[in-house]
């Protein structure tokens, strides 16, 4: 079964709207989450974390969104750029118990002129 | 620079030859691992190594043999591939514990006739 799920395997934006992927889990046990970035023919990159303490970290135009109830996070770009088109993975581990990191399916974004 | 390098990129192979994919990180990371990238699937964990000479499954073992004889390398071995191994393959290293900075190579394109 899937633990870290990401609903929308696409997304298509405007080059400087926000884009919003989102990323549901189910276990609540998960207490580290992290969004990687993919580009074609390329390894994934880290891109930012957050740690189950807190509901939001911020880096530059990228902040990640995280609420505990609905086991929910999401990634916000803002403002959005070509150069963001990639496929971005939320990833989710169980930091105190486990040396491990389930990834989600991916969402491809797009981001055009 | 820190690097994880992979070889080869690509391959093409035939059902039951034996291959080894190698891996080799400068970063002199206790944590290795393997993946895969399947469509639909997202990133799966095959193998990881916590240190020289400890290994461990992951979430999709079976089909794999790795090693870990010296620190820097992380071989994955395919004794008999089958078709349903035919996929994207990424080898990825870290400090223990330190998810942000996990470090991806540049990924081996496999595919199994």
């Known amino acids: 079964d899937q633990q870290v799920k990401q609903n929308s395997p696409s997304l298509s934006v405007q080059e400087g709207r926000i884009s919003i992927l989102n990323c549901d889990y189910t276990?609540?046990?998960?207490?580290?989450f992290l969004w990687y970035k993919k580009y074609p023919a390329e390894g994934p990159t880290f891109l930012i974390s957050?740690?189950?303490?807190?509901d939001k970290n911020e880096d530059g135009r990228f902040t990640v969104f995280l609420n505990k109830s609905a086991k929910h996070l999401s990634l916000h770009i803002v403002p959005s750029q070509p150069g963001d088109s990639a496929v971005y993975f939320c990833a989710a581990s169980d930091f105190h118990n486990t040396d491990k990191l389930i990834f989600g399916t991916g969402t491809r974004l797009q981001v055009f002129p | 620079e820190a690097q994880v390098t992979q070889n080869p990129r690509y391959l093409i192979t035939v059902t039951g030859k034996k291959l080894t994919v190698t891996c080799s990180q400068n970063m002199n990371h206790e944590y290795m691992s393997w993946y895969r990238q399947d469509p639909g699937l997202g990133l799966r964990q095959i193998y990881y190594s916590m240190n020289v000479e400890v290994t461990d499954k992951g979430d999709v073992p079976e089909g794999y043999k790795v090693s870990r004889k010296e620190k820097r390398n992380f071989p994955l071995i395919l004794e008999s591939p089958s078709p349903n191994q035919t996929s994207l393959y990424f080898c990825a290293s870290r400090l223990t514990g330190v998810f942000d900075e996990q470090y991806f190579g540049p990924g081996t394109r496999l595919t199994v006739t």
């Open positions: 276990n609540s046990m998960f207490d580290y």
């Open positions: 957050i740690s189950s303490i807190k």
